[in-house]
């Protein structure tokens, strides 16, 4: 298993674009997290996945934001209409269901920025 | 709502020096984890060290310790031996034991910067 990846790793679109970006979850880690983070912040928490149910959403994931985790593997998250305010990294992490004092395994991010 | 702050916006330690980064929480639990990641630019989050609030030593790995006082919701890093490798943002992170979902409320970061 070669950890978490995350693809693609930059994007660049013009505002009003649907992107989608793809996380490769480690193969045994139920749950899997999505995480906005822009310039000069710490990441926040966007939704999170245990095997194939998504659990929990943030207020930050608007309604122009989908994400997907058909039978619990790899996940999708899709924006719609993009709006300049969208570009950030997003970085998916997985980690075991029984969680307990361990972090989180994260992916090295999809950049993206809305022109 | 739990938060978490890193008042450094941004450090410098020359090589071979110790450089503590702090980090403070507001929280009314009082069982939870806290976590320092390490971002290097362009790379991946990486666990650097984690501690639990029930346990009373500090955690220390290898270079890597912390200075944890609950009753002053206070979390700081210690790096002994800095090494320009090292050079990196940190974030420290706080995780709920209550919440089931395991999710991470992460601090602004602290860039910290390694003079050789």
């Known amino acids: 298993d070669t950890g978490v990846s995350q693809n693609p790793r930059h994007k660049i679109t013009k505002r009003g674009q649907n992107v989608t970006f793809r996380c490769d979850p480690i193969?045994?880690?139920?749950?899997l997290y999505w995480y906005r983070q822009t310039l000069g912040q710490g990441p926040e928490f966007l939704t999170y996945?245990?095997?194939?149910?998504?659990?929990?959403k943030s207020r930050l994931l608007s309604d122009r934001f989908s994400a997907e985790r058909p039978k619990g593997s790899f996940s999708t998250l899709e924006i719609q209409r993009t709006e300049q305010g969208d570009s950030a990294m997003y970085l998916c992490?997985?980690?075991?269901?029984?969680?307990?004092?361990?972090?989180?395994?994260f992916g090295s991010g999809t950049r993206l920025t809305v022109v | 709502a739990q938060t978490v702050t890193q008042s450094q916006p941004e450090m410098s330690v020359q090589e071979a020096e110790t450089v503590t980064l702090s980090c403070t929480y507001d929280?009314?639990?009082?069982?939870?984890?806290l976590f320092w990641y390490k971002q290097p630019p362009s790379r991946q989050m990486i666990l650097v060290i984690r501690?639990?609030?029930?346990?009373?030593q500090n955690a220390t790995e290898n270079r890597f310790s912390v200075n944890f006082q609950k009753a002053a919701k206070s979390f700081s890093l210690k790096i002994s031996d800095s090494q320009l490798g090292d050079a990196a943002m940190y974030f420290c992170?706080?995780?709920?034991?209550?919440?089931?979902?395991?999710?991470?409320?992460f601090g602004a970061g602290t860039i910290l910067r390694v003079k050789s």
């Open positions: 996945f245990q095997n194939e149910a998504q659990l929990e």
């Open positions: 929280t009314s639990e009082s069982d939870y984890y």
């Open positions: 992170a706080y995780r709920s034991s209550m919440e089931y979902g395991n999710k991470l409320v």
């Open positions: 501690q639990e609030a029930y346990k009373q």
């Open positions: 992490a997985s980690s075991p269901i029984w969680g307990g004092p361990y972090g989180y395994t």
């Open positions: 193969s045994e880690h139920n749950r």
